[in-house]
């Protein structure tokens, strides 16, 4: 059976983000929620935990033993999970963390965009810098660009990278990582990698997590069983320290570890350890709505520019020829569709909206109907 088979009526009973932003008759197609059901090895560790009345405080080292466990698996990945890895909250409380560790107020770290807007966030709020380093034309990692933005007045210490990366969907090759890690030891930044997209790359596609790669040791990555489990309600992340900087785990802030929940960490170690299945036959219809979504705006919207990328479920779409002022507004407004602004990525790209493709493929076909509908309209 089908993972994206809820009708749109069991999904409308939702409470979150996803499903209570917008009015009834808005399809929504934004924030990175899945319109599927937990995988079934989550359901029963978070139900079973909830008839025994186990409802306290985390312990111990699970969750970060059954990454290590699938990192070897999936990625040839050798972790100590003990003296290389710690649970904290989610992705982004995680990046915090590490941020603080590592950084100073008024310190400047550097970004790529379009990229995921809470990285400005993070960043801007604990008022660090943001130095940015945009990605090339085909929505990959510029190497002269970011060498510019290491060696530029800003003087950064710190480079937040995003891995694969969204919202381009770019998977990022073992060379583009070297090169990477050999730009950062040369002007001595230290790399933060965001892997939470890691197992959300299409079947054929190689993921390197950046810690594998030659000076990976030297850099720290945050991921979360959230994402690609369709866990976000979970809050529960790991932060993984290069094999030579693991000190910076005894410098993060106090209530760091402290910050995932008992339920959460139950819930991720048990998708982790005993849905790997779930997410093989997810990316494959994941990359099946990708190449529908492509036919779709063929046919249907084809001044609309889409290359699918083969990482995330999430698509990257250029609206700059389709004659519309502020094109994920007037989706909203006129096809009652609704996608993530571009803007809110880069300021370059307000022309562009992010799609999310974790739907069933008789909604994405929808979702194209209603942007032709605007079109027309």
Request: glycine share 8%.
């Amino acid at each position: 059976m089908a993972l994206f088979s809820l009708s749109i009526e069991e999904l409308r009973a939702r409470q979150s983000l996803k499903w209570r932003t917008y009015d009834p008759d808005v399809l929504p197609l934004w924030v990175a929620e899945m319109d599927t059901n937990m995988p079934e090895p989550a359901k029963a560790a978070l139900l079973d935990a909830v008839e025994r009345g186990d409802t306290g405080y985390p312990h111990g080292t699970a969750y970060a033993e059954a990454f290590a466990r699938m990192a070897a698996d999936r990625w040839d990945w050798q972790l100590d999970a003990a003296a290389q890895v710690r649970r904290a909250g989610d992705v982004m409380n995680s990046v915090l963390a590490v941020l603080e560790a590592t950084t100073e107020q008024g310190e400047a770290v550097v970004i790529n965009p379009p990229v995921y807007p809470p990285f400005r966030q993070v960043i801007a709020g604990y008022k660090r810098r943001i130095v940015e380093a945009p990605l090339d034309p085909a929505g990959r990692l510029d190497l002269a660009s970011l060498e510019a933005a290491f060696t530029g007045p800003e003087q950064p210490k710190t480079y937040l990278l995003c891995s694969p990366h969204n919202p381009t969907g770019a998977v990022h090759t073992e060379a583009e990582l070297t090169a990477v890690m050999a730009l950062a030891a040369t002007h001595g930044v230290r790399v933060v990698v965001d892997e939470i997209h890691a197992c959300l790359v299409d079947p054929g596609t190689t993921f390197v997590p950046l810690l594998t790669v030659p000076g990976g040791e030297q850099a720290i990555s945050v991921t979360s069983a959230g994402k690609a489990w369709n866990l976000a309600g979970f809050k529960a992340g790991l932060i993984v320290a290069g094999a030579d900087v693991t000190g910076v785990l005894a410098d993060l802030p106090p209530l760091a570890q402290q910050s995932s929940g008992h339920l959460a960490n139950l819930v991720h170690t048990a998708a982790i350890t005993d849905a790997q299945g779930w997410i093989d036959q997810l990316v494959v219809e994941i990359a099946a709505n990708k190449k529908l979504l492509a036919a779709e705006l063929a046919s249907q919207v084809p001044a609309a520019g889409y290359t699918p990328a083969e990482g995330t479920y999430l698509a990257w779409v250029d609206c700059s020829n389709l004659g519309l002022a502020h094109p994920a507004h007037d989706f909203l407004r006129v096809g009652r569709v609704a996608f993530s602004p571009g803007v809110n990525f880069g300021v370059e790209h307000s022309d562009w909206v992010r799609i999310n493709l974790a739907c069933a493929p008789d909604v994405v076909v929808e979702a194209v109907t209603r942007m032709a509908r605007t079109l027309s309209g």
